[in-house]
């Protein structure tokens, strides 16, 4: 098996690692032994020595390059994403997701502009564009801001928030680091019959900043009202 010369190149250019981990069974944790390798090939060669019920080569972001479940299988996305650093935000942000069953951009445009009105708060528009898996649909991203340090403020703020849009909500968090410092809350919701189809939201006080060829750069921070 070949590993592609874009994924040698790129892995050079960023100085990313790599490491090798071992699974011995299904369900098991993942066992690292051998990591700090600054090749692709280098490491997909040790993995390949290595006998167990399976064996990953995973970036030095914990994402999976390849996996003897799949060995003729390169996940090269995962190399063009580079490595990231975590920035922690002065503030808590929602980053929105929506799946609006719309014909035109124009009806896309009107929910936006709804959502402001709904929100009572300005958005950063990241996405609107037609899905690519249905042409019914139009995925939208844009991001909210709460100008608050205190997670449990912005935890309350969001739920508030969500309430505004639909009425039922799932919530999964708030997850933290170690440390504290960093908090996630994400939030579920589906409302076929009054216009979105699916609605999500990640409420963070942080932001990866990644240094590869796929992400986007930061978009600009909403203005104050």
């Known amino acids: 098996m070949k590993i592609p010369k874009d994924d040698i190149e790129t892995a050079e250019r960023?100085?990313?690692?790599?490491?090798?981990?071992?699974?011995?069974?299904?369900?098991?944790?993942?066992?690292?032994?051998?990591d700090g390798i600054g090749s692709p090939v280098e490491a997909v060669q040790k993995a390949q020595k290595v006998e167990a019920w399976n064996v990953v080569v995973f970036t030095s972001e914990g994402y999976i390059y390849w996996s003897s479940q799949s060995p003729e299988f390169i996940n090269s996305e995962v190399v063009r994403q580079g490595k990231h650093t975590t920035l922690k935000l002065p503030h808590f942000e929602m980053d929105w997701v929506v799946f609006l069953r719309a014909n035109r951009k124009e009806k896309a445009?009107?929910?936006?502009?709804?959502?402001?009105?709904?929100?009572?708060?300005?958005?950063?528009?990241?996405?609107?564009?037609r899905y690519f898996k249905d042409n019914s649909l139009?995925?939208?991203?844009?991001?909210?801001?709460?100008?608050?340090?205190d997670v449990r403020e912005a935890v309350f703020s969001a739920l508030c928030l969500g309430q505004r849009v639909l009425p039922h909500w799932t919530v999964t968090g708030?997850?933290?680091?170690?440390?504290?410092?960093?908090?996630?809350?994400?939030?579920?919701?589906?409302?076929?019959?009054?216009?979105?189809?699916?609605?999500?939201?990640?409420?963070?006080?942080?932001?990866?900043?990644?240094s590869g060829d796929v992400f986007d750069k930061r978009p600009p921070e909403p203005e104050n009202s």
């Open 14 to 34: 960023l100085s990313m690692t790599f490491y090798v981990a071992k699974q011995e069974g299904r369900g098991h944790p993942y066992q690292t032994f051998i």
């Open 138 to 149: 139009f995925e939208i991203g844009f991001t909210t801001r709460i100008d608050t340090q």
């Open 174 to 210: 708030p997850m933290g680091s170690d440390d504290g410092g960093l908090w996630e809350l994400r939030g579920h919701s589906k409302d076929e019959a009054t216009g979105p189809v699916m609605i999500d939201f990640t409420l963070r006080n942080f932001y990866h900043d990644w």
């Open 109 to 129: 445009e009107k929910f936006l502009k709804r959502m402001e009105e709904t929100l009572r708060t300005k958005i950063v528009l990241r996405l609107c564009e």
